[in-house]
Antibody, heavy 123, light 109 residues
Framework: EVQVLESGGGLVQPGGSLRLSCVASGFTFSGYAMSWVRQAPGKGLEWVSAISGSGGSTYYVDSVKGRFTISRDTFKNTLYLQMNSLRAEDTATYYC????????????????WGQGTTVTVSS | QTVVTQEPSLTVSPGGTVTLTCASSTGAVTSGYYPNWFQQKPGQAPRALIYSTSNKHSWTPARFSGSLLGGKAALTLSGVQPEDEADYYCLLYYGGALVFGGGTKLTVL
């Protein structure tokens, strides 16, 4: 069964850092692009970042450029999101989602989603 | 700033048909925007329904279909079931970034 499972969320002060992880199973991890999507409490979905299957190409929404870094470890079948200089507006549930196709084709969308991990930025 | 617009809410009767739309502030939505549709029920993660305009995932019920309609991406539910009550989000590609619509709250009543 294809699955992704997020972890690493928690409470952090403004200006702090947090690293989210997403462990993938049931598919050839390096064969697919991956994305992070977030949802603020009571709000809609917001795409945050994507990474190609090889990890060589990364993409970000403007609001997190320079603060967040997406990466992947093929040997550990794990996707990461390093979040620095966190702001109150980054408070959200963060979902990891598997891409539909491999390579750089993150734009095809996502098929399998995790249950999410919650990040709260507050003093 | 690119804005993707969906109907905030729609109501449909059980067994009826409803079409949700997804418009882009940049102009007509085409297949090059690779429209995706997702369903989200309260307290749950989103579930993928449609990708690349009209392609269904293996788990997508047959009553869901995607298309382009009048310059917008569209999701049509035919023979609506009570369990289809949920929030629906579209997703469009803008050459480097992905943008979700604001979502449509579908009520089955």
């Amino acid at each position: 069964e294809v699955q992704v499972l997020e972890s690493g969320g928690g409470l952090v002060q403004p200006g702090g850092s947090l690293r989210l992880s997403c462990v993938a199973s049931g598919f050839t991890f390096s064969g697919y692009a991956m994305s992070w999507v977030r949802q603020a409490p009571g709000k809609g979905l917001e795409w945050v970042s994507a990474i190609s299957g090889s990890g060589g190409s990364t993409y970000y929404v403007d609001s997190v450029k320079g603060r967040f870094t997406i990466s992947r470890d093929t040997f550990k079948n794990t996707l990461y999101l390093q979040m620095n200089s966190l702001r109150a507006e980054d408070t959200a549930t963060y979902y990891c989602a598997k891409g539909i196709r491999g390579g750089h084709s993150y734009y095809y969308g996502m098929d399998v989603w995790g249950q999410g991990t919650t990040v709260t930025v507050s003093s | 700033q690119t804005v993707v617009t969906q109907e905030p809410s729609l109501t449909v009767s059980p067994g009826g048909t409803v079409t949700l739309t997804c418009a882009s502030s940049t102009g007509a939505v085409t297949s090059g925007y690779y429209p995706n549709w997702f369903q989200q029920k309260p307290g749950q993660a989103p579930r993928a329904l449609i990708y690349s305009t009209s392609n269904k995932h293996s788990w997508t019920p047959a009553r869901f279909s995607g298309s382009l309609l009048g310059g917008k991406a569209a999701l049509t539910l035919s023979g609506v079931q009570p369990e289809d009550e949920a929030d629906y989000y579209c997703l469009l590609y803008y050459g480097g970034a992905l943008v979700f619509g604001g979502g449509t709250k579908l009520t089955v009543l």
